[in-house]
């Protein structure tokens, strides 16, 4: 059976590059859920779909063909065929992701994908709602989490990094929204589940987060294995 280990959280606390180096670490898998919502986002912005008219998302979808494949240990995101990895980081798509991963049709879309990934193999996917609905028998979940001030500026700096502009107080209001939309939909809205260890890394260094987490997966691997 395939060990598999959930991590969910708001936008910008880490997720991604923590689980991608614990995966690292452990030899996992590593699942960006976000980068599949973002792929569809990507189609629904070009094909220019009403999402609200749930019959036509629906036709769209069938329409739509997403898949994944791993080049030197990184997800590349393809739709129908194309290689769209280097398109959906835009905030034109971050935005549109925000809004269409709140309509069932897109993730009844991934949630069989998903599942599919975690069934055959050792798994650390991140999301918003991994441990709650993809996954409930994870052997180890995560919410991990940081203070919105803290998100607001390590997201300022990376894309000062990346020579794009960047207004503090601008990129803060994004995030509250998208926390409120992430928090408040319908289906599947980000909580934290039950039985998950609550990381908040607002005064944690990266290294700090990866061996946490690390630690905990290697303890309970080894309870499984006994078990
Ligand atoms: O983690 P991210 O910023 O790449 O995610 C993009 C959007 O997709 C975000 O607004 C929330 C949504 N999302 C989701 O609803 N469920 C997931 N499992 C992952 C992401």
Redesign the pocket.
Known sequence: MSFNIAIDGP?GAG??TIARRAAEELGFMYV????M??TIALYLLRSGTDMEDEKKLRLALDHMNISIDYQDGVQQMYLNGENVTGLIRTEEV?CM??RS?AKPPVREKLLKLQRDLAARYNVIMD????GTVILPEAQLKVYLTASVEERARRRCRELLEKGENADLSEIEKDIRE?DY??MHRKT?PLKIAEDAVYVDSSDMTINEVIGRITELARKRMGSADEG
Do not use: F, L
């Open positions: 936008a997720k991604s960006d859920t976000g980068a919502y973002r971050s992701s925000s991963s999301g918003r709602d991994i998208r939309r992430d599947a």
